[in-house]
T-cell receptor, first 112, second 117 residues
């Protein structure tokens, strides 16, 4: 049973445009959500997070939106840059960073 | 930022042999280490959680006698795949966290690609 779902395996976006990566979850006990970025042959690196008490968190070009009623979150990247091309993992946990559950990842390609 | 060094980055071994993977936290004390495994086209799956100085807690379906985890210090955790078989071929990755840091993101190693022939 996959508790964190990323239904789009890949996404292509033109440089300068907005990239929207989506994530759905099924476990209503999750109260902390994270996005990680992963380049080939490297481990995931933390990008941005949001707790369940918020519905939006912004950090530079990256914004995460949380819709608790729909159990849905999304990551917006504006403007998209070629260096953003990577696999993005959505992750969720209960009570902090312990036992983070990952989605399968979405491969983003930003076309120059 | 915090760095977790994982070695080796890739390893090929023969069926029946054992392989040890090391994870070191270089600039922070990793009171907790998480070990994940990723098969092709699947997500990172948590295998086990280890706290420094205590036994690891394994997720359901993960054989603790096959995947030996040692977390003897605040900067080093090891995963030993014993009597490896081809089905153990996978991408193994560790991550470290600090006790009491609610909401602090995990810091990942670069992973180890294990191929068992």
């Amino acid at each position: 049973d996959q508790q964190v779902k990323q239904n789009s395996p890949s996404l292509s976006v033109q440089e300068g445009r907005i990239s929207i990566l989506n994530c759905d979850y099924t476990n209503s006990m999750f109260d902390y959500f994270l996005w990680y970025k992963k380049y080939p042959a490297e481990g995931p690196t933390f990008l941005i997070s949001i707790s369940s008490i918020k519905d939006k968190n912004e950090d530079g070009r990256f914004t995460v939106f949380l819709n608790k009623s729909a159990k849905h979150l999304s990551l917006h990247i504006v403007p998209s840059q070629p260096g953003d091309s990577a696999v993005y993992f959505c992750a969720a946990s209960t009570g902090g960073y312990q036992k983070v559950t990952f989605g399968i990842g979405t491969k983003l390609q930003v076309i120059p | 930022g915090a760095v977790v060094s994982q070695h080796p980055s890739w390893v090929i071994c023969k069926s029946g042999t054992s392989v040890k993977i090391e994870c070191r936290s270089l600039d922070f004390q990793a009171t907790t280490m998480f070990w994940y495994r990723q098969f092709p086209k699947q997500s990172l799956m948590l295998m086990a959680t280890s706290n420094e100085g205590s036994k690891a807690t394994y997720e359901q379906g993960v054989e603790k006698d096959k995947f030996l985890i040692n977390h003897a210090s605040l900067t080093l955790s090891t995963l030993t795949v014993t009597s490896a078989h081809p089905e153990d071929s996978s991408f193994y990755i560790c991550s470290g966290g600090m006790r009491g840091s609610w909401g602090s993101p995990l810091h990942f190693g670069n992973g180890t690609r294990l191929t068992v022939t």
